[in-house]
């Protein structure tokens, strides 16, 4: 079975820039971020997909970044400019599929394994 762990969360001020941390047990799968703010539905937010492809949702497009590094089995992503709107849990969610879906890696029930979750409070 896949372990997952998120790091890297924390409380920072609007403007400034956060990365977190996804470390997996295995490599060669698609790592993907969802977040769930108070209140709402878990939602994609980006993915490093096993083929080498970078995946986004339009709401984050442009101002994070998610990349991998399979020598260490993790997952990175990059938060610049950020906003108390981005303020929620982060999860951290594995495929080992290696499937190819028509429309991106972005549904929450193609992931099989998550983690626990780094919280993410951004204050005004």
């Known amino acids: 079975q896949v372990q997952l762990v998120e790091s890297g969360g924390g409380l920072v001020q609007a403007g400034t820039s956060l990365s977190l941390s996804c470390a997996a047990s295995?490599?060669?799968?698609?790592l993907a971020w969802f977040r769930q703010a108070p209140g709402k539905e878990r939602e994609f937010v980006a993915a490093a997909s096993w083929t080498g492809d970078a995946y986004y949702s339009d709401n984050v497009k442009g101002r994070f970044f998610v990349s991998g590094d399979n020598s260490k089995s993790t997952a990175y992503l990059h938060m610049n400019t950020m906003k108390p709107e981005v303020t929620a849990v982060y999860y951290c969610?594995?495929?080992?599929?290696?499937?190819?879906?028509?429309?991106?890696?972005?549904?929450?029930?193609?992931?099989?394994?998550w983690g626990q979750g780094t919280r993410v409070t951004v204050s005004s």
């Open positions: 295995v490599s060669d799968i698609t």
């Open positions: 969610a594995a495929d080992l599929s290696r499937q190819l879906y028509s429309g991106g890696p972005i549904l929450a029930n193609y992931y099989a394994y």
